[in-house]
């Protein structure tokens, strides 16, 4: 299913919409109201309500990603307001596409240390909404489950998991599965403490099969014991048969700060390079195929390394139409894209082959692209700390499909 975006880039750097089609609520009686559970009144009242008392929020957020036996952890400082589309990031250590992040709701900057270079992206409404939308939903679902009017079928409909990537958008490495649907449980898990904090721990595990690439789909979140905000989450699913696990989690929380209009204004390095790409109407897929259906042009399937996950593909309008696909592991990444009619081309780089056609290969410090044309439409393969022979091996798998 197709998820309309207006703005192609800007919206590749928010939530990761996770949607499953329905949620069964299992929770026992004794597991809500034996031992430490909530009160009597369920787990708490005007859910809502207490989300929308956080105006806004500073804290240090760290992202573990774990595939195996691979684990990257990336630090960064954050300042954001829920909902509104407003934050900034600043990296602290650990991988990333980006240093600095800083979105006002309507203009987004990225900043790029390595190559000192500045993105600068706008989008035609400061609303985006937010992941928290959903949590009143699982709170209430889990009352109802031991409510005298609760539904004894154990089915309940409008209900998913939060997106794995958090608000504001997290780096670009920190992705999920595109596609994690079937049906949920949800349960109370009781209470934990997240940097000295109360939380209240919310599971939710896949309880119905569902066809790969995605499947055993878990995600339990840590929600602050009096403002309902997620001060940590960690979402699981197996893919390729193998587990990989994203944890994201909140220290040194402070809730309403009284943040400064000033802290989402970005003023670019005096020497850097100012980039303003297009932004376009994009379209984002759960899978190739879904891609394949709707796309005026042909999709490759190209051959990744076995460590790549699909976590994103697109189709772009506009001028230029384009489609795009997206694959991760916990440190890299891997984009293949193809657009029509053909970008003049850089010249510069080293000269290769691919398809029979003239290739350039481009080495960017820690970014590589390879990019060739066949009868006037322009692919390019792409990567963050590839090296040039898997790089190449892709374009090649590639070719002019």
């Known amino acids: ?44 009242a005007n859910v809502s309500t207490r989300l929308d008392s956080v105006d806004g929020l500073t804290a240090t957020r760290e992202v573990t990603i774990t595939r195996g036996t691979e684990t990257s952890r990336t630090v960064e ?43 600068r992206f706008s ?30 079928s154990g089915e309940a409909v409008g209900v998913s998991p939060l997106p794995v990537v958090p608000d504001g958008g997290h780096s670009q490495d ?22 000295g904090r109360s939380a209240i721990v919310i599971e939710l ?42 944890t994201t989690t909140y220290r040194n929380v402070t809730f309403n700060p009284g943040l400064e209009t000033g802290t989402f204004v970005f003023e670019p390095p005096a020497n850097a390079t100012i980039e303003t790409p297009e932004t376009p109407d994009q379209q984002q897929y759960d899978s190739i195929g879904a891609l394949r259906e709707d796309a005026r042009l042909s999709v490759p399937t190209p051959t990744v390394p076995e460590s790549f996950t699909l976590v994103r593909a697109t189709r772009t309008t506009g001028r230029i139409d384009s489609i795009g696909l997206r694959y991760a592991n916990s440190s890299r990444v891997l984009t293949v894209a193809k657009l029509s009619p053909s970008i003049e081309p850089r010249t510069d780089g080293e000269n290769l082959t691919v398809a029979g056609q003239q290739a350039t290969y481009r080495n960017l410090g820690p970014k590589q692209v390879v990019t060739w044309s066949c009868d006037s439409v322009q692919y390019k393969v792409g990567g963050r700390n590839v090296p040039q022979p898997q790089l190449v091996d892709v374009a090649r798998s590639v070719g002019c499909k």
């Open 174 to 195: 920190a992705v999920g599965p595109a596609g994690a649907q079937g049906s949920y449980t949800v349960s109370y898990q009781g209470t934990d403490a997240v940097d």
């Open 123 to 152: 989008r035609e409404s400061g609303a985006t909404g937010s992941r928290l939308d959903r949590i009143p939903s699982l709170v209430a679902q889990l009352n109802a489950s031991v409510g005298e009017t609760a539904d004894t």
């Open 77 to 119: 400082r954050v300042a954001l307001k829920p909902g509104s589309g407003k934050i900034r990031t600043e990296r602290l250590s650990g991988p990333g596409l980006d240093d600095v992040r800083v979105s006002n709701g309507s203009v987004l900057w990225l900043y790029d240390r390595d190559t000192d270079t500045v993105q």
């Open 1 to 44: 299913m197709a998820v309309s975006r207006n703005s192609a880039l800007f919206f590749l750097l928010f939530a990761l919409a996770v949607v499953a089609t329905s949620v069964g609520v299992v929770v026992g009686l004794e597991a809500l109201f034996g031992g430490d559970g909530p009160a009597e009144d369920g787990l708490g």
């Open 205 to 246: 595990v896949q309880s119905s099969p569902v066809s790969e690439p995605v499947s055993n789909f878990t995600q339990t979140l840590w929600l602050d014991s009096d403002r309902y905000y997620p001060l940590k989450q960690q979402t699981g699913w197996t893919q390729g048969g193998k587990r990989r696990v994203i």
